[in-house]
């Protein structure tokens, strides 16, 4: 069983930054890969960036070049830098973590990016 727990939302002003962090618990950490998704008022939910055992990355084609994912195995979190932020990355975003046929979600957390 995986828990996964997300910090760090807010409300930040357009232009400004946030680092969202995923604390994992359960066992295999090292070898799960994970990803951000996150969803706003009246749409599907979508993936926003994930990374892989190996820690290689992926990016939406929104969020290319002002986020960063990243992974700290000894701490067993998982982050998403979130720089240069605009309105519409307003959501709530998801941590999800898959090891095989298995699959977890976070509770999710607020990100409201306004004036």
């Known amino acids: 069983q995986v828990q996964l727990v997300e910090s760090g939302g807010g409300l930040v002003q357009p232009g400004g930054s946030l680092r969202l962090s995923c604390a994992a618990s359960?066992?295999?950490?090292?070898?799960?890969?994970f990803s951000w998704h996150r969803q706003a008022p009246g749409k599907q939910r979508e993936l926003v960036a994930a990374?892989?055992?190996?820690?290689?990355?992926d990016y939406s084609d929104s969020v290319k070049g002002r986020f960063t994912i990243s992974r700290d195995n000894a701490k067993k979190t998982v982050y998403l830098q979130m720089n240069s932020l605009k309105p519409e990355d307003t959501a709530v975003y998801y941590c999800?973590?898959?090891?095989?046929?298995?699959?977890?979600w976070g509770q999710g957390t607020q990100v409201t990016v306004s004036l």
């Open positions: 999800n973590s898959r090891l095989g046929r298995s699959e977890y």
């Open positions: 990374i892989s055992r190996d820690a290689s990355t």
């Open positions: 359960g066992n295999m950490f090292s070898i799960r890969a």
